[in-house]
């Protein structure tokens, strides 16, 4: 680490590692209520399950990118962050807003609008909360010395991301309007401005772990975000296929949608070759199964994977089922799940001084949850494809057809139980890194070996 | 070889162009459309009223319509057509849990008045036009029952 201010990344971190532990507990929940075991329905009934599962994921992932930019940004700028104790101030806030949807979650306080769920009261504190955030980073990038690409794509799409959220306070009578004005924000953050943030982190970390020249990589960073743009601002018409609006989405969204995996797979490519181009082999391997895992996982996740349901003739069998779902977990666990934990991987050796690079336990962790979660979306594509068959296609009853696919739920069930073991271990490895400490500081009085390592990371 | 600022006009080009397209059609669809496909004009307020119930009450934390929202209970944008309004009438009204196969729903106990806005909800929205959703089965039994 470079600069003091930089441990309030770990804060931010931590918070994200607890919401992550919440999100699976709910989870199994669901995964239970699938397979007929409904023991809690009178406590936590399924809708209230799904809505701390989902929310927990968009808080903790939201958390993490919060870490990566307070860690990242005065790096890139070369500059303290210009006010730390608001930052802390913003990370209680954040989590005090959390805490609030998800136990309101219990007691029927919230919207039914899938992933919006927080009521609107609620939302103003979040616009808050978000400003306050932006106001830190864009003030540190004002005062910085530099101003790099990386550093500006990151907060661009971290700005983006929050204009993105208004239209989804607005109130529409009309369900379809409710809808169409909802993808603005689960759409084109997903399939938009969050790869961007997505771009920025992963060109920071090949930056340091490869040594590759920054000016190649930042290159290539902007072609990928003009490609996520292209295909994926008119790709929203993926999702308005099915909702009441016209036919010309059928064509505009099947052609625009068809063409996003071309940003993942730009993705993907440039990880590899970097990787492969990098001379200097910087001794944080699990920071490199992470970023590479990220750029991979996310092809296969959101590209392939988006792909196989994103043709209008597809959708409308598909629409709404559990192939949904496979989709979603691979999606969210590639691109956004796995950039925040290779990020935490990267940064907690510099925040906390204690080099743990190469642990056993860490790659376990690595191993465990990415065959997890592919047995899991395996689980669900198989579960949602008898479901399109039989359901969509034979006309048998929906109730039926979840009893006949009960079983599939076992098999999530227990992939899902390989998954969180490997979440277990990489909590274990954040836990014992320790705390931020100014130890860890590498400050300019240091001698030449360090100095060299600096440069590196 | 591509130089580093033709990429970022590539990136802020492309960003533009395909923005602009899509908030003009966006605008054309809303214009066009929505009045045609939704029937906006029989957004009553017991319609409304119905669709405020829809949402504080988070059924799309199981259900699916429009085809969006969870995948633990049935589909509804066309149950009106499916069931009839004095089944789902039933169901809403129940005060144990709705369970025709097993599958538990949360037993609200609407009251008769609360009820009737959400059937005119799903009634209302049983009426879009969806451009085919949700298809009707195309699968002709031949069964092999030898
Ligand atoms: C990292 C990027 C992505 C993430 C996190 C993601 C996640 C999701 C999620 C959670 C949903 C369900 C949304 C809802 O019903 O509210 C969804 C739906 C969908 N996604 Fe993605 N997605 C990503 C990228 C893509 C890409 C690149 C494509 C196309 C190539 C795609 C195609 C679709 C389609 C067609 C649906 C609608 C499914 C339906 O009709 O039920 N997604 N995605
Ligand atoms: C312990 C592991 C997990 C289990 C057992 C699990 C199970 C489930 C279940 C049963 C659903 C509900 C499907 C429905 O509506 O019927 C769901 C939804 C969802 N989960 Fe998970 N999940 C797990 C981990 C994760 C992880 C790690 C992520 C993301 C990285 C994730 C992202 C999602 C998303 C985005 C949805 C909404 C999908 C949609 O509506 O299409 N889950 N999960
Ligand atoms: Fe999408």
Redesign the interface.
């Given at each position: 680490m470079k600069y003091k201010s930089q441990k309030v990344a770990y804060w931010f971190f931590a918070l994200s590692m607890l919401l992550l532990t919440i999100q699976l507990t709910y989870g199994f929940i669901?995964g239970f209520?699938?397979m007929?075991l409904?023991g809690l329905?009178q406590v936590i009934?399924?809708?209230?399950a799904?809505?701390v599962h989902t929310n927990a994921l968009v808080m903790w992932l939201l958390s993490g990118f919060m870490g990566a930019a307070y860690y990242i940004i005065p790096e890139e700028a070369e500059h303290e962050l210009v006010n730390v104790k608001l930052a802390y101030v913003q990370l209680i806030s954040f989590a005090l807003v959390g805490v609030i949807a998800l136990v309101g979650y219990h007691f029927?306080y919230?919207?039914?609008?899938?992933f919006l769920?927080i009521p609107r009261p609620l939302d103003w504190l979040v616009v808050v909360n978000v400003l306050t955030f932006l106001g830190i980073i864009v003030m540190t990038l004002v005062r910085g010395k530099k101003r790099t690409?990386t550093s500006l794509v990151l907060t661009m799409g971290l700005v983006f991301a929050a204009l993105l959220y208004l239209p989804g306070m607005i109130w529409f009578?009309?369900?379809?309007?409710d809808?169409?004005f909802?993808w603005w924000v689960v759409h084109l953050w997903v399939e938009g401005v969050w790869e961007l943030i997505m771009g920025g982190i992963l060109a920071f970390l090949l930056i340091k772990i490869t040594g590759v020249d920054r000016?190649v990589i930042?290159?290539?960073l902007?072609?990928i975000?003009?490609?996520t743009?292209?295909s994926g601002?008119?790709g929203?018409?993926h999702h308005?296929?099915?909702?009441?609006?016209?036919?010309?989405?059928?064509i505009?969204g099947g052609i625009?949608s068809a063409l996003e995996p071309l940003a993942f797979l730009g993705m993907a490519l440039f990880a590899i070759v970097m990787y492969r181009r990098g001379e200097k082999k910087h001794p944080n391997k699990l920071a490199l199964n992470w970023t590479l895992g990220t750029a991979i996982v996310s092809f296969i996740g959101a590209g392939l994977l988006g792909l196989a349901h994103t043709l209008p003739q597809v959708n409308?069998?598909t629409?709404?089922?559990?192939v949904?779902?496979m989709h979603g977990h691979l999606a969210f666990w590639g691109a956004y799940a796995m950039i925040v934990l290779a990020v935490i991987a990267y940064a907690m050796p510099n925040l906390t001084g204690r080099k743990l690079f190469d642990t056993a336990r860490g790659t376990y962790a690595f191993w465990l949850s990415n065959i997890g979660m592919l047995g899991m979306t395996a689980a669900f594509g198989v579960a949602g494809v008898a479901q399109v068959y039989m359901e969509?296609?034979?006309?048998i009853?929906?109730?039926?057809v979840?009893?006949e696919i009960q079983v599939h739920f076992l098999v999530l069930v227990t992939c899902a139980t390989m998954f969180t073991t490997g979440i277990i271990l990489y909590l274990i490895e954040f836990v014992k890194f320790g705390l931020p400490t100014d130890e860890a500081l590498e400050n300019q009085y240091n001698n030449h070996a360090k100095a060299n390592l600096a440069t590196n990371q | 070889m591509?130089?580093?600022s033709q990429?970022?006009w590539?990136?802020l080009g492309?960003?533009i162009?395909?923005?602009l397209?899509?908030i003009i059609?966006?605008w054309?669809?809303?214009v066009?459309?929505?009045p045609k496909?939704?029937h906006?004009e029989n957004?009553t307020p017991q319609?409304?009223a119905g669709?405020h119930l829809?949402?504080?009450?988070?059924?799309?934390?199981?259900h699916?319509?429009?085809?969006?929202?969870?995948?633990?209970?049935?589909?509804l944008t066309k149950v009106i057509d499916r069931r009839g309004a004095p089944y789902v009438k039933a169901v809403l009204t129940s005060k144990s849990?709705w369970q025709?196969?097993?599958?538990?729903m949360?037993a609200y106990g609407f009251s008769d008045h609360d009820a009737e806005d959400i059937i005119a909800f799903l009634t209302w929205?049983g009426k879009?036009?969806?451009?085919?959703?949700?298809?009707?089965?195309?699968?002709k039994?031949t069964v092999n029952t030898n």
């Open positions: 669901m209520a699938h007929g409904d329905h009934a399924f809708n209230t799904r809505a029927n919230w919207e039914g609008r899938k769920e690409t009578d009309n369900q379809t309007l809808s169409f909802r000016e930042e290159k290539w902007y072609v975000v003009g490609l743009f292209i601002i008119l929203t018409g308005y296929y099915y909702i009441g609006v016209g036919k010309v989405w059928l505009v625009f409308l069998y629409h709404g089922t559990l949904t779902a969509r296609k034979m006309g009853e929906f109730g039926e979840q009893k | 591509l130089s580093k990429a970022k590539f990136f492309g960003t162009v395909t923005f397209a899509f059609l966006s054309w669809s809303l066009q459309d929505v496909q939704t906006p957004l319609v409304v669709k829809w949402e504080s009450n988070n059924c799309m934390g199981c699916t319509i429009l085809g969006e929202g969870a995948y633990y209970a049935p589909e849990a025709p196969r097993g599958r538990k949360v929205i879009t036009d969806l451009n085919g959703f949700p298809t009707k089965p195309s699968y039994s």
